[in-house]
């Protein structure tokens, strides 16, 4: 009998493999994953082998009811004669004929892909987060001829043409365990051995092409394993998390280094529970090893407690993409002070490449972290373009030795990257670049067919995605070359910032990469994204990342003003060339890049310049002929128009202390042409005037002038910082009159500090706006209250005038006493505010809901995030229920 649960202890014996097997066909000696689960399941019956959030089961229950399916597909006779999991387990064909499973990540789903497994039928675990045609897909693709399938799936799966079909997963569980009752399947597998064959059959995700099915047997899965006891030390003793997709390479890899290696598995989905929720996992499950893509990994330490650790996990790896050193820092902080990171790579068609341990006392690299040291069982060889060695330390193709690799595809291309048999070895072409540095540590390079010529040069993409990746304000970042409708080729950059930094704009990426990389290595274009796009595997899909238009063939400059503006633009925005149809933000324009641009056209052209007159014209032939319909004009004072026209209700924009309309003037272009957009900036900002000591009072005299602007409600209303207990206090002001607020939106607004200071611990007073002021030492303090006393009234050097005025603003938001609120309040928080939501309970009384932005409080309403910004803004406008009064 394969299972005889009993309290003796079995010790269960290290899992070993010979480096080179005999050839392309397993021997009848050779040990299978069957033979090994059973080693395990003799060793530990009691032991937990799989868990989640709603179940879980032991070695032995697990592998009783995986026997019994396995018998049940084997010999579907036995079933009740008629019924409809009988007819359905009928049609799986022979043993050879693949079998497909679809559910949720669960127990269920791992017990059945076993029962599978056992039954000698390939395994294809079709992911549930895949779209219905590529369920259907995958399995013509595999020929597979039945697909046990959750009840709640089985209508997205397409066999209207009657060759395919689906039984009831829950049904076949349900007669499993009577047919565990009766002793059905207990016999099935007493001498554990099945003939040879496939094992899974795991798909691709087509990155490059149409996905591609990959067979793996007995010996990829098996060599997993041994990797994960070799250089993970996974062990009896451990829990691992698998919250990687089981149906692919990585996850399953996961799930058979633990299970036969005698360690539990507590499994979980992130794509579905959301971060948050695995971090509860992982403290409540007693986890030991985790294992996750980077992408993942800043997912879950951005929901951790900066004072939080991950106790009891000793070891954390990732795979799938290149990770930074920066990322593996942050982990630090969270972890036990013995605790291991490792990264490890690899590929579906040769599971593990290598793996690069990074312990508790050692330095972390500053850039990517290496490949490592090749894994178990596996050579790898780097190799010239004709095939030859290349010198020591030198860049060459990657190419694998190893008995040990998937036996192949699906659908066998005509050029297949895997080689013939030699030596008890086979060879597969990875197409990577990679070289070996001194220590025989090794370092991936992009890929071997990526490299373009970019005005005569040979650029390789992925070293300046790289160089890109390796700055502190960028999270992530994807290069690759473009070509245009004229023949010409440019490199696109695709970034998004790293979370608590400052977002770079595209300007200053450009001039940081500058200082890094020669000319015809800079991107000619950066596309900023608050996040990139993932596939169903967490991995970037660069097949998602959408390709902006070439500016190649834009229209010259016409005329002196338009080229006396366009070298202006050409020289804050960094770029080469303006054409007539360029927009100044789409070219890379932040709000700061907007009031240089401003001050420098108007100094030149002797013109009075406000943000309006961009915001009205983008681009530089509409700017061009607004600034020649320009005379000297009185500066705008308080209230600035970014946009005047659309049908929509108009926007009211509050900003912060020290801060200029300008500050919204990314947000109004987000919003779009039918959107008008009207600003307050503090009094005494562009015009003398004695500035507002009060909140109060600058609500007061933004409430003027917009009631002259909109005499009758229902009003939006929109603050940043300061701005935001200004907007508060002016909704205050529209009820008293009788007035509808409809819509409130405070972005990033500290609590003032009066209030924030009775919730923090003694001693500790909440950091000053980390917007408005980075002045920190006493010299530059007493500076600052020195300039405050002349704010607004003295006109002051450019940078004395916005360090008084932004100090004054400090002073009156730290005084002030926000009255309690009961219309409903949406609150946009960057993730450097310390401030809890809870702490907003005594002010904000009524529906309020709190949201995130991964960046510093500045960049909340820059490229890229202020797109965010602009869709909730407008769903708060559209959705604003029973307005305030």
Not at 116 to 129: F, I, K, N, Q
Not at 862 to 873: D, F, M, N, Q, Y
Request: aromatic content about 4%; glycine content about 10%; hydrophobic content about 40%.
């Amino acid at each position: 009998m394969l299972v005889q649960p009993s309290s003796q202890t079995i010790s269960l014996a290290p899992l070993t493999l010979p480096a080179r097997v005999g050839g392309p066909h397993p021997s009848n000696g050779e040990p299978t994953v069957a033979s090994r689960w059973a080693e395990v399941v003799r060793a530990r019956p009691d032991a937990v082998a799989l868990s989640c959030c709603r179940d879980r089961r032991t070695f032995a229950e697990t592998d009783r009811t995986a026997r019994a399916i396995a018998a049940m597909l084997t010999r579907p006779d036995e079933l009740a004669e008629g019924s409809a999991l009988r007819r359905a387990i009928g049609a799986a064909g022979p043993v050879t004929a693949p079998v497909a499973v679809l559910a949720e990540q669960g127990t269920s789903a791992l017990t059945v892909a076993l029962g599978v497994l056992l039954s000698g039928h390939p395994v294809v675990l079709l992911d549930p987060m895949l779209p219905a045609d590529r369920w259907s897909d995958i399995v013509h693709r595999a020929g597979a001829r039945l697909v046990l399938a959750e009840p709640d799936r089985r209508a997205g799966l397409g066999t209207a043409d009657g060759t395919v079909a689906v039984a009831d997963l829950d049904e076949l569980l349900g007669a499993a365990r009577h047919a565990e009752t009766l002793g059905l399947g207990a016999e099935l597998l007493d001498d554990v051995q099945l003939p040879p064959g496939d094992r899974f059959l795991v798909f691709t995700s087509g990155s490059s092409g149409t996905p591609k099915g990959v067979r793996y047997g007995d010996r990829i899965l098996l060599n997993e394993a041994v990797g994960g006891r070799i250089a993970l030390g996974l062990c009896p003793d451990d829990t691992v998390a698998l919250v990687l997709p089981a149906a692919f390479a990585a996850g399953l890899a996961v799930w058979w280094m633990a299970l036969l290696n005698g360690a539990g598995l507590v499994i979980g989905d992130p794509r579905l529970v959301g971060a948050p929720e695995v971090a509860h996992l992982l403290g409540a499950r007693g986890i030991s090893t985790l294992h996750v893509t980077p992408s993942l990994l800043r997912s879950l330490l951005s929901v951790l407690p900066e004072s939080a650790g991950l106790p009891g996990v000793r070891l954390v790896t990732t795979c799938g993409e290149a990770v930074h050193g920066r990322d593996v820092e942050a982990l630090r902080l969270h972890l036990d002070a013995d605790a291991d990171y490792i990264s490890w790579s690899g590929s579906s068609e040769t599971g593990h490449l290598a793996f690069h341990r990074i312990g508790p006392a050692d330095p972390i690299p500053s850039g990517i972290v290496p490949v490592g040291t090749p894994a178990p069982n596996k050579t790898v060889r780097l190799l010239d373009a004709e095939g030859r060695p290349v010198p020591d330390g030198a860049t060459g193709v990657v190419h694998l030795d190893s008995g040990y690799l998937a036996e192949g595809y699906c659908e066998e291309p005509e050029s297949s990257p895997f080689g013939a048999w030699a030596d008890g070895v086979r060879r597969y072409r990875m197409g990577d670049l990679a070289r070996f540095d001194e220590h025989g540590v090794l370092h991936l390079l992009g890929r071997g067919d990526a490299a373009v010529k970019i005005r005569g040069y040979l650029v390789e993409p992925a070293e300046v995605e790289a160089v890109i990746a390796g700055l502190p304000e960028i999270g992530e970042a994807v290069v690759r070359a473009e070509t245009g409708d004229a023949g010409r080729t440019r490199l696109v950059a695709w970034v998004s910032p790293a979370a608590r930094t400052r977002t770079l704009s595209a300007t200053a990426l450009r001039r940081r990469l500058r200082e890094k990389l020669p000319e015809w290595m800079v991107p000619q274009t950066v596309v900023l994204l608050p996040e990139l796009p993932r596939n169903e595997r967490g991995k970037v899909d660069r097949k998602g990342l959408t390709v902006p238009a070439h500016r190649a063939d834009g229209t010259s400059p016409r005329g002196s003003w338009e080229t006396v503006i366009a070298d202006i633009w050409c020289e804050i925005l960094d770029v080469e060339a303006v054409h007539r149809e360029d927009d100044f933000m789409e070219l890379g324009g932040d709000s700061l890049h907007v009031e240089e641009m401003l001050t420098r056209v108007g100094e030149r052209l002797s013109c009075t310049l406000v943000a309006s007159d961009l915001a009205g014209a983008p681009t530089l032939a509409d700017f061009a002929a607004r600034v020649g319909q320009l005379g000297e004009r009185v500066p705008s004072g308080s209230t600035v128009t970014l946009r005047g026209t659309g049908t929509r209700p108009p926007l009211f924009c509050f900003a912060g202390a020290g801060a200029s309309a300008i500050t919204f003037l990314p947000l109004a272009t987000e919003l779009g042409a039918d959107q008008p957009v009207h600003c307050f900036q503090p009094h005494g900002l562009e015009t003398r005037g004695m500035p507002d000591w009060t909140v109060r009072r600058a609500a007061r005299r933004h409430l003027a002038a917009l009631l002259r602007i909109q005499p009758e409600g229902p009003y939006h209303l929109v603050g940043h910082s300061l701005g935001g207990l200004i907007a508060l206090e002016t909704a205050h002001l529209l009820a008293a009159r009788g007035q509808q607020v409809a819509s409130l939106v405070l972005l990033d607004t500290y609590l003032p500090e009066t209030i924030a200071r009775r919730y923090r611990e003694l001693g500790s007073l909440p950091a000053p706006d980390p917007g408005t002021t980075a002045e920190s030492t006493k010299r530059a303090l007493w500076r600052a209250r020195r300039l405050v006393l002349m704010a607004g009234i003295v006109r002051l050097p450019p940078e004395d005038h916005h360090l008084a005025m932004t100090e004054q603003g400090l002073r009156v938001a730290r005084v002030h006493r926000p009255r309690p609120w009961r219309g409903p309040v949406l609150v946009v928080r960057s993730t450097q505010n310390t401030d809890e939501p809870s702490w907003w309970g005594g002010i904000l009384a009524g529906d309020t809901e709190f949201r995130t932005i991964r960046t510093d409080h500045v960049s909340l309403v820059r490229a890229p995030h202020v797109a965010t910004l602009a869709e909730w803004i407008t769903t708060a406008m559209d959705g604003a229920g029973v307005p305030a009064r």
